[in-house]
């Protein structure tokens, strides 16, 4: 099983500031397969970044996403309001598709 | 538009079955491979189980493998997860999510609302 591993456990900033966030998994797996999700309290995730760079339909592009082999990076340039929340990476190349633990982003 | 919703959670025993449905909408089900995920109370996100576009081709969570069935009902656009033996450990809301796959990459891009599941006496 593929165990990811996201930091930090939180992350505490201003609007306006920038967010960057990792993934780190247990063995290399391939980026088309690493896929990055916000969730807000009481709602469902939504699909951020998938194949590690590539944004989904409506995402803006303030968001964006690096890495390959282990190591992922998300990074939302500019904070809005409305981007504060959990996000977890999740891997889809092997079954387990496992999910990260999340990086929860809160207001400093 | 994509529309995926869940029914069938609810409160059982501990011991107890369960069988969620998720009802698809807006999209060509049959050409979509499709999961289960849950989320326990305050917690992460856990992967349940997939089934592939045919549902030749089925994967499952250690922590449900020999418990849960998923399956699917590509006539009638649905997506099922039989649920037996519950525990407490399977309290959760249950999310019925589609796989988009591109050139670039796989990733699931629709959820639906969730459905609660408590395993309780």
């Known amino acids: 099983e593929i165990v990811l591993t996201q930091s930090p456990g939180t992350l505490s900033l201003s609007p306006g500031e920038r967010a960057t966030l990792s993934c780190r998994a247990s063995q290399s797996i391939s980026s088309s397969y690493l896929a990055w999700y916000h969730q807000k309290p009481g709602q469902a995730p939504r699909l951020l970044i998938y194949?590690?760079?590539s944004r989904a339909t409506g995402i803006p592009d303030r968001f964006s996403g690096s890495g390959s082999g282990t190591d992922f990076t998300l990074t939302i340039s500019r904070l809005e309001p409305e981007d504060f929340a959990v996000y977890y990476c999740?891997?889809?190349?092997?079954?387990?598709?496992?999910f990260g633990p999340g990086t929860k982003v809160d207001i400093k | 538009e994509v529309q995926l919703v869940e029914s069938g959670g609810g409160l059982v025993q501990p011991g107890g079955s369960l069988r969620l449905s998720c009802a698809a909408s807006g999209f060509t089900f049959s050409s979509y491979e499709m999961n289960w995920v849950r989320q326990a109370p305050g917690k992460g996100l856990e992967w349940v189980s997939y089934i592939s576009s045919s549902g030749s081709t089925i994967y499952y969570a250690d922590s449900v493998k020999g418990r849960f069935t998923i399956s699917r009902d590509n006539a009638k656009n649905s997506l099922y997860l039989q649920m037996n033996s519950l525990g407490a450990e399977d309290t959760a809301v249950y999310y019925c999510?589609?796989?988009?796959?591109?050139?670039?990459?796989?990733?699931?891009?629709?959820w639906g609302q969730g459905t609660l599941v408590t395993v309780s006496s």
């Open positions: 194949g590690a760079s």
């Open positions: 999510a589609r796989v988009y796959t591109s050139s670039s990459g796989k990733a699931i891009d629709y």
């Open positions: 999740q891997q889809y190349g092997n079954s387990p598709f496992t």
